[in-house]
């Protein structure tokens, strides 16, 4: 379902926020940790995906969200990854975004896991073949 087809007001948070973000080719590139949003006249538009601890840690706040944010430093030092709405396809159960930006994308907190845990586990690395 892609909640644009329709004029009526969106719940952001239904439609977009913690949803699974996928390449065309079925690349995981992570979830929806927030929006990036500009004001436009009475509204506002949403202008990027946001993925990344870091982005989490920010719409959450409070100790979890300091927690997350120092753990978020661990991964990476830079600001959350920005995926621009322009880059969706399909909004479905996951997010489908086109396949270059998906490949350029990536979750630091994802990629710690499968160095950290997954890599680790005999035959993960036969997994998918």
């Given at each position: ?51 990344g601890p870091e982005a989490l840690a920010g719409r959450l706040g409070g100790p979890v969200g300091k927690l997350l944010h120092r753990i978020g430093r661990g991964f990476r030092t830079g600001p959350p990854q920005r995926i621009p ?45």
């Amino acid at each position: 379902m892609n909640p644009w087809d329709e004029e009526r007001p969106i719940d952001l948070a239904d439609a977009l926020l913690d949803r699974q973000i996928l390449g065309e080719d079925g690349t995981v590139v992570g979830k929806v940790d927030d929006l990036d949003l500009r004001p436009d006249g009475d509204t506002f538009v949403v202008d990027a995906l946001l993925v990344g601890p870091e982005a989490l840690a920010g719409r959450l706040g409070g100790p979890v969200g300091k927690l997350l944010h120092r753990i978020g430093r661990g991964f990476r030092t830079g600001p959350p990854q920005r995926i621009p709405m322009t880059a969706i396809r399909r909004v479905e159960p996951a997010i489908v975004v086109t396949t270059a930006v998906a490949q350029a994308t990536t979750s630091p907190s994802q990629e710690w896991l499968r160095r950290r845990i997954v890599d680790r586990i005999p035959g993960a690395g036969d997994a998918s073949g």
